[in-house]
């Protein structure tokens, strides 16, 4: 999508703050012995108070309102009977649509008592989201967002999950430009333009570089043990810094 108009702006607003709200709601509500179900009925309620619709119900039919990915799960994961338990880090991504309009934010949380490397990699994943949106402007190339992921990535010795990137959003969940990968890719020469509306969405992990679909279709895994964060925020490009509708 492309910002034509301030009512445009001031639509997007209004979703990203209710997406928003949505997350901070989750995040405080997870309890030690809830169930990933029980957690999501608090995120889809909160939504269905303001009228927004679930957009991964709405846009592919998954089988829940938010997604929430535990430990081994980077992304996508099915809201069930599995139990939240201390020191769990914790997913969610949070994404709706109300009026005709679409915003996506996400953020990772341990339950209780973080570890180092849990607080390692969620650390570094805030400041490649941080850094990712310092260098999208207007008229800069789109793989500059994945070089200042990667280079955060270096920094904090950590690793890029490849396989998953940012996107366009705002008229529906997944829009042009597709897939903006979190690491330098030198043959994409796409260039960012005003009022272009995207999502930025680091992935970053101890152990892998790579995550694969498990057995119930939805959930993304990488290898036991790894630890991975996520960070994402749906945002305007201007000329200077963007408007970040999900704040």
């Known amino acids: 999508m492309t910002i ?14 209710i997406v928003a709200d949505t997350l901070k709601l989750m995040m405080k509500e997870a309890k030690v012995g809830m169930s990933t179900r029980e957690l ?10 303001f009228g927004a619709k679930s957009a991964p119900l709405l846009t592919y039919n998954f089988p829940g309102a938010t997604c929430i990915s535990i430990n081994e799960e980077v992304a996508h994961g099915l809201p069930g009977e599995r139990l939240l338990q201390d020191g769990d880090l914790i997913n969610v991504d949070v ?26 990699v969620m650390k570094a994943t805030r400041e490649a989201l941080n850094a990712a949106m310092e260098v999208a402007r207007a008229g800069a190339k789109l793989n500059l967002i994945g070089k200042a992921v990667e280079k955060v990535a270096r920094k904090h010795q950590l690793k890029v999950i490849e396989n998953l990137g940012s996107h366009g959003v705002g008229r529906a969940l997944h829009e042009e430009p597709g897939f903006i990968a979190n690491y330098f890719d030198p043959e994409d020469q796409r260039v960012l333009h005003e009022g272009q509306v995207i999502t930025i969405e680091p992935f970053l992990s101890t152990k892998t570089t790579w995550c694969e679909e498990s057995n119930d279709g939805w959930t993304l895994l990488c290898e036991k043990g790894n630890l991975a964060a996520q ?11 963007p408007i970040i509708v999900t704040a």
């Open 95 to 120: 994404s709706a649509e109300l009026g005709g309009y679409f915003a996506d934010t996400g953020g990772s949380f341990v339950l209780g008592k973080s570890t180092p490397d849990q607080k390692r």
């Open 231 to 241: 960070y994402e925020h749906t945002m305007i490009i201007t000329k200077h810094r």
């Open 4 to 17: 034509e108009t301030k009512e445009d702006i001031e639509k997007l607003k209004i979703i990203g703050k």
């Open 40 to 49: 999501d009925n608090i995120g889809a309620a909160y939504l269905d108070s």
